[in-house]
T-cell receptor
Framework: DAKTTQPNSMESNEEEPVHLPCNHS???????IHWYRQLPSQGPEYVIH???SNVNNRMASLAIAEDRKSSTLILHRATLRDAAVYYC???????????????FGKGTKLSVKP | IAGITQAPTSQILAAGRRMTLRCTQD?????MYWYRQDLGLGLRLIHY???????GKGEVPDGYSVSRANTDDFPLTLASAVPSQTSVYFC???????????FGQGTRLTVV
């Protein structure tokens, strides 16, 4: 499985934007970039995913570098509820066998200060 | 409410005992997964199933078995529990291998 690299932790102030980086220099052409987050004492929850183009949804935006070797998850206005561990995961488009599995790394622990 | 359900929520189990963790989804998802989460080690994939009737080994399959007799259910069995299997277990499902995955709320298992 292709690997991702994320900072161990980040801090943000409430109501400010947050940019969470992820490096994936060995990404293949068939890898989607997925982001999940895990709130304290809960299961992970889906945030967003994309292949090449930037993506927006109600939770966040995903900015993907032109060479796809890095991406950034953008929370436009952080709230206290956004404090969580954020995981950047590569998931193979060619689904079959183990290629489509979600393999979690250590993620980035985001703290939000009031 | 559609979703994924795990049972039990928590369990204390004597070492050597057999235990089955249950996972049911009502979204008709093809793919299902079992993870364990330990402090400092993050989430690790135990077993997965891409469709009913098929299963595969994940990162840490030893000591666990799964079955996928139908689309909705994906039980995880510990044949003879050991203390190192103390963990929080999460079940997940997704429609295909590259769509949003939904996770259950977890089962906290303590093996003593």
């Amino acid at each position: 499985d292709a690997k991702t690299t994320q900072p161990n932790s980040m801090e943000s102030n409430e109501e400010e934007p947050v940019h969470l980086p992820c490096n994936h220099s060995t990404i293949s052409g068939t890898d989607y970039i997925h982001w999940y987050r895990q709130l304290p004492s809960q299961g992970p929850e889906y945030v967003i995913h994309g292949l090449t183009s930037n993506v927006n949804n109600r939770m966040a935006s995903l900015a993907i570098a032109e060479d796809r070797k890095s991406s950034t998850l953008i929370l436009h206005r952080a709230t206290l509820r956004d404090a969580a561990v954020y995981y950047c995961i590569l998931r193979d488009l060619d689904y079959g066998g183990s290629q489509g599995n979600l393999i979690f790394g250590k993620g980035t622990k985001l703290s939000v200060k009031p | 409410i559609a979703g994924i359900t795990q049972a039990p929520t928590s369990q204390i189990l004597a070492a050597g005992r057999r235990m089955t963790l249950r996972c049911t989804q009502d979204m008709r998802h093809n793919a299902m997964y079992w993870y364990r989460q330990d402090l400092g080690l993050g989430l690790r994939l135990i077993h997965y199933s891409n469709t009913a009737g098929t299963t595969g080994k994940g990162e840490v399959p030893d000591g666990y078995s799964v079955s996928r007799a139908n689309t909705d259910d994906f039980p995880l069995t510990l044949a003879s529990a050991v203390p190192s299997q103390t963990s929080v277990y999460f079940c997940a499902s997704s429609a295909t291998g590259n769509t949003e995955a939904f996770f259950g709320q977890g089962t906290r298992l303590t093996v003593v």
